[in-house]
């Protein structure tokens, strides 16, 4: 197992290295130095415009939360240092709305690096509807239920799961991808997915063998390989109750956003 966060000369390899124009950050970066994608530099490469503009700033209404009815709950799994998840915020509940309105919409970002997650709130600009804390979502998460029950809600209406999938799948194999998938349709009534794609597994592993270093725990043994989103989009609708309701597309690096909902 890696520590959490373990530098290795340097948190990412330099772009121009790369050949291609669809490499990502996966690929580029250097998974020694983050063996948990937990890069400090992550929305250099990948603006949250990225991902941003594929999703429809109706979403929420889109949904069904709309006209501040009810306080509409958001889990950002893997924040990073959370500027996804503002930016995400400010897509989806706009300036203008009255202060009152953007307070009934919440946002808990969380993530297991604590580094980021202290950046993440020291430049919180939403702090009344925005909030961050670390946690790992593959030990406990005795907290989220905690914040549900805050907030008198059962579950999270929509819950972001972008680019961690592969990450808890290195490090905690088959069975770690599954129980995250299980967990967070247990706790969403809505589910953002955005899975790495294969080639992103081989690139990673790759780049810390050429470090050296030992393999990631359970990567040549993970039998979920090929077309991950699709064995997760299985899993999410035989094993979770939930059902594909969207795809919004690719990301320019080649990534699906699915939409999945509880049935
Ligand atoms: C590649 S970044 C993606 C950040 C953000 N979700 C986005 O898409 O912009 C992956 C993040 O997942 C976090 N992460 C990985 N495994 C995790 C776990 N078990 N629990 C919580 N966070 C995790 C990493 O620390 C890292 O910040």
Same mark, same amino acid.
């Given at each position: 197992?890696?520590?959490?966060?373990?530098?290795?000369?340097?948190?990412?390899?330099?772009?121009?290295?790369?050949?291609? !124009?669809?490499?990502?950050?996966?690929?580029?970066?250097?998974?020694?130095?983050?063996?948990?994608?937990? #890069?400090?530099?992550?929305?250099? #490469?990948?603006?949250?415009?990225?991902?941003?503009?594929?999703?429809?700033?109706?979403?929420?209404?889109?949904?069904?939360?709309?006209?501040?009815?009810?306080?509409?709950?958001?889990?950002?799994? =893997?924040?990073?240092? =959370?500027?996804?998840?503002?930016?995400?915020?400010?897509?989806?509940? $706009?300036?203008?709305?009255?202060?009152?309105?953007?307070?009934?919409?919440?946002?808990? =970002?969380?993530? +297991?690096?604590?580094?980021?997650?202290?950046?993440?709130?020291?430049?919180?600009?939403?702090?009344?509807?925005?909030?961050?804390? $670390?946690?790992?979502?593959?030990?406990?998460?005795? %907290?989220? %239920?905690?914040?549900?029950? %805050?907030?008198?809600? !059962? %579950?999270?209406? +929509?819950?972001?799961?972008?680019?961690?999938?592969?990450?808890?799948?290195?490090?905690?194999?088959?069975?770690?991808?599954?129980?995250?998938? !299980?967990?967070?349709?247990?706790? !969403?009534?809505?589910?953002?997915?955005?899975?790495?794609?294969?080639?992103?597994?081989?690139?990673?592993?790759?780049?810390?063998?050429? +470090?050296?270093?030992?393999?990631?725990?359970?990567?040549?043994?993970?039998?979920?390989? =090929?077309?991950?989103?699709?064995?997760?989009?299985?899993?999410?609708?035989?094993?979770?109750?939930?059902? +594909?309701?969207?795809?919004?597309?690719?990301?320019?690096?080649?990534?699906?956003?699915?939409? #999945?909902?509880?049935?």
């Amino acid at each position: 197992m890696f520590s959490t966060r373990t530098y290795f000369g340097g948190a990412h390899i330099a772009m121009a290295t790369c050949s291609t !124009s669809s490499v990502d950050i996966e690929e580029i970066n250097n998974p020694g130095a983050a063996p948990y994608g937990n #890069f400090i530099n992550y929305y250099t #490469f990948n603006p949250p415009e990225n991902r941003l503009s594929l999703l429809p700033a109706t979403l929420l209404q889109d949904l069904g939360y709309k006209d501040g009815h009810q306080t509409t709950l958001i889990l950002d799994v =893997g924040c990073n240092s =959370g500027e996804l998840s503002v930016a995400f915020y400010k897509h989806v509940v $706009p300036a203008c709305e009255e202060e009152s309105d953007r307070r009934k919409v919440n946002l808990l =970002g969380f993530d +297991l690096d604590e580094i980021l997650i202290q950046r993440a709130q020291q430049n919180n600009p939403l702090p009344s509807s925005v909030s961050f804390i $670390p946690l790992d979502i593959t030990k406990d998460a005795d %907290q989220l %239920q905690d914040y549900l029950n %805050q907030h008198s809600c !059962s %579950q999270f209406h +929509l819950c972001l799961c972008l680019a961690v999938t592969m990450w808890v799948h290195l490090n905690h194999g088959d069975a770690g991808l599954l129980q995250l998938l !299980s967990r967070l349709a247990s706790i !969403s009534q809505h589910l953002l997915l955005e899975a790495q794609p294969w080639k992103c597994y081989r690139s990673a592993a790759r780049r810390l063998r050429k +470090l050296g270093r030992s393999d990631f725990d359970h990567f040549k043994t993970l039998k979920i390989r =090929g077309d991950v989103a699709e064995h997760a989009r299985e899993h999410l609708e035989r094993h979770c109750g939930m059902e +594909l309701i969207q795809s919004f597309g690719s990301t320019t690096w080649d990534r699906k956003l699915l939409l #999945f909902k509880r049935r």
